[in-house]
DNA sequence: TGTACATCAGTGAACGCGCGTTCACTGATGTAC
DNA sequence: TGTACATCAGTGAACGCGCGTTCACTGATGTAC
């Protein structure tokens, strides 16, 4: 090849992380896939594996990062897109799944990630679920719609949320891409779960 | 070894299945172990595994079996032992932590399976979270617990609470064993969690 | 009760293969002058 | 603008090792008579 080399700064990483999710959304767990099975996907020689990552699980780390960005990504939008009231849980599921959609392969790896078997990989998407958590709490602060509940218990409610949404993942594990209905199905599930959890949280001050 | 041979009827089998959970609760994950491995700390020769499975994934599938026997111990205690109406979240959560703690490894590998390589054994598992939802709707109609909630309101807050509790484990995984305190603050904390669902489930008519 | 035979769980040697990792290399890009 | 040099991402050969799987074996247990 002639034009192989320094092509474009670290398109080789880009390359060997989106084989690893690839890889993840054929099926595979990322704890089982090898240094040579990534580069063999991505179509780079193995050593070149060592030009950017130490390990397997440095990747899987590094991933947990681009994983950020892509919840901070859907949390803006979220936020740019503020319904009535009422509206709010359906609009923010809707948001949520779009994003599950279009960025499977990421979602299936944090869903893998959390039981996985780098610990600091699950401590970074454990990170990430309570960050996600916390501005969900401040987010309901901010527009009032959580002012009787105290600060814990908006933030019990809020992970309780994150959780519940997380825990969709391993429900579209089991489901193809591409069956709509059943995606639907999820999604309709998950809508009432969240409706559920803040009727709950709207008369916990009462009972408890 | 002179008695090595046939002195009880599948103890090698236990041996192996053993063997991976125990694999499971150092820190590795199902999906990367390999055959030798399991073996290994089995303290078995390789070509022993052949006689008893077919491969990996055949030994989760009959880890999932086992699952299956562990929760449905853990249900009928739970039915055994009901306390006062209002203690019964409480009194519940109690016996599942503490058969998860006895049976650690046997969680920690259903956690690991909800997003694991093996789709039969994702499905296995998602089927006993089914049928332990199942089972504890039944018994909240039969308590006459939730008598105002239709059959569907009722199943969805009980695959909640399923989802909720199953979720914990992930929580554990992060957790020293003997971590009492650690354990404790996960325990108040899932119990909490059932009751705002419950909480929300009993204001669920009057709002949608 | 004793004997002959079938069954089959566990053994140990052997195989070919893909793995992770090392090494010296090459040549395109960026920098100094 | 042109030249010399340093940098470093990607290469390809090579290594030793552990893997999954096969095979013929052995000998304890169960069964038939």
């Known amino acids: ?39 063999r996907q991505a179509g780079v020689v193995p050593t070149a594996f060592y030009r950017h990552f130490r390990s397997m699980d440095d990747l899987g780390l590094q991933l947990v990062d681009e994983l ?39 979602f299936m790896f944090m869903a893998q990630g959390l039981a996985g078997e780098s610990r600091a990989v699950q401590e970074g998407i454990r990170s990430e679920l309570r960050f996600f958590a916390a501005e969900l709490a401040n987010d309901l602060r901010r527009l009032r719609l959580a002012s009787h509940l105290s ?19 391993t429900d579209m594990l089991g489901v193809s891409p591409d069956d709509d209905y059943q995606i639907d199905q999820i999604q309709k599930r998950t809508t009432r779960f969240l409706q559920m959890i803040f009727i709950g949280a709207n008369h916990w001050q009462s009972e408890s």
Request: include cysteine; glycine fraction near 6%.
């Open 151 to 169: 600060d814990g218990d908006l933030d019990l409610a809020c992970d309780l949320v994150v959780r519940t949404v997380a825990f969709t993942f």
């Open 68 to 106: 950020g960005l892509v919840m901070r990504r859907m949390m803006r939008e979220a936020r740019s897109n503020v319904p009535q009231a009422e509206k709010i849980m359906e609009e923010s599921v809707n948001i949520f799944i779009r994003h599950a959609r279009d960025n499977r392969t990421f």
């Open 1 to 39: 090849m002639a034009d192989r080399k320094r092509r474009n700064p670290s398109e080789t990483r880009d390359k060997l992380m989106t084989a690893a999710l690839d890889l993840v959304g054929k099926g595979r767990h990322f704890a089982s896939l090898g240094i040579r099975e990534v580069t």
